[in-house]
């Protein structure tokens, strides 16, 4: 029950209606008994700035911050750590009123630690780690980043506008990344060869996304190598075409929630204290992918990518 004494949170992004967000965080809120609700907040680009003066005023105790507005949040925060100030993009606000009206808030990104997250959950760590990226976007953005973060040795990003990966290595070279990065085209033989040579794969490219699910960025005629970990950010379908041949080839296939309920997980500890029961938040989530009858290609919704 909505009462009184409920403390609210929400995301922000434009469009909104897609997000699963708000199914995820009030399944983990209902779970612990706790009286806090999520909300979807539809913000237009042009209303960003009083959108975050309507959070303080009505007392919101946190957001999340979705595309497109990462980057654009960043001028209200008025505590900024450096690794987010760095990353130029913040995911999670946090609230902090005092009893004189005033707030104050502070702005994390949880997307470069969910990612990290989901993959040793899936008992993948990425430390000393050879990998490879397949798109330049911001997405990859914030996976390179998390690699960087927990040390992963090298990784190689391949894109089709092979332009855009040379530009993202540069930038994230210049943050004193100590994992060894460089770029490629896209080709179907740069793609095999450098799969050859990494022990994860990470598809950060929008390919096999509904309503295109038969797309994949891997040829239909050959097998992936069996000892590679393929991980797909896309998750609708939750199963991608790719990662439909990494079981099939052997190789082991990690699918998008993991990241976008890590992400989530974070910003709630940071809301609340407390660590949310993942599982609720999975079963929530392929709830609304699904349907409640399990219909595994129930899918309306025009984004299942990335995070939030
Ligand atoms: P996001 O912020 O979600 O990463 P984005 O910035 O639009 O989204 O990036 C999308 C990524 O998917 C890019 O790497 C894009 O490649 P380009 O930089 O060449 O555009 C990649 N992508 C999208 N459609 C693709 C396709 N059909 N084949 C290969 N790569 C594709």
């Known amino acids: 029950m909505i009462d009184g004494q409920t403390q609210l949170v929400g995301v ?3 469009p909104i209606a897609h997000s699963l967000s708000p199914a995820m965080h009030n399944a983990a809120f209902g779970a612990l008994g706790m009286n806090w609700r999520y909300v979807p907040l539809p913000v237009h680009p042009t209303q960003v700035g009083a959108a975050i003066a309507g959070l303080r005023a009505m007392g919101f105790r946190g957001c999340n911050v979705t595309v497109p507005h990462k980057e654009a949040v960043i001028p209200y925060i008025d505590q900024l750590p450096p690794h987010v100030a760095r990353f130029g993009a913040a995911n999670t606000l946090i609230l902090h009123h005092d009893e004189h009206g005033q707030c104050t808030i502070s702005g994390e990104n949880t997307d470069v630690q969910g990612f990290v997250h989901a993959l040793q959950q899936s008992g993948v760590d990425p430390h000393g780690r050879q990998v490879l990226i397949v798109g330049a976007g911001g997405a990859a ?4 980043y998390g690699l960087c973060q927990a040390g992963a040795a090298s990784a190689v990003v ?3 506008t092979p332009e855009r990966a040379t530009a993202l290595i540069a930038d994230l070279q210049m943050q004193a990344c100590e994992t060894a990065l460089s770029a490629d085209a896209l080709t179907v033989h740069g793609l095999e060869r450098h ?3 990494a022990e994860l794969m990470i598809n950060t490219t929008t390919v096999g996304m509904w309503p295109h699910a038969d797309a994949s960025i891997w040829p239909d005629d050959r097998p992936l190598p069996r000892h590679l970990v393929v991980c797909d950010l896309v998750y609708r379908p939750l199963e991608t075409r790719l990662l439909q041949q990494a ?3 052997g190789a082991v296939p990690i699918d998008g929630l993991g990241m976008l309920i890590g992400q989530g997980a974070l910003s709630f500890q940071m809301w609340t204290g407390i660590w949310p029961p ?3 938040m999975r079963a929530a989530c392929e709830s609304v992918l699904f349907g409640h009858q399990g219909h595994r290609d129930r899918a309306e919704a025009q984004s299942g990518h990335g995070a939030a």
């Open 278 to 280: 993942e599982e609720v």
């Open 195 to 197: 799969a050859n040579e």
């Open 141 to 144: 953005r914030g996976v390179i």
């Open 158 to 160: 391949l894109n089709r």
């Open 247 to 249: 079981r099939a080839s």
């Open 12 to 14: 922000m992004g434009w």
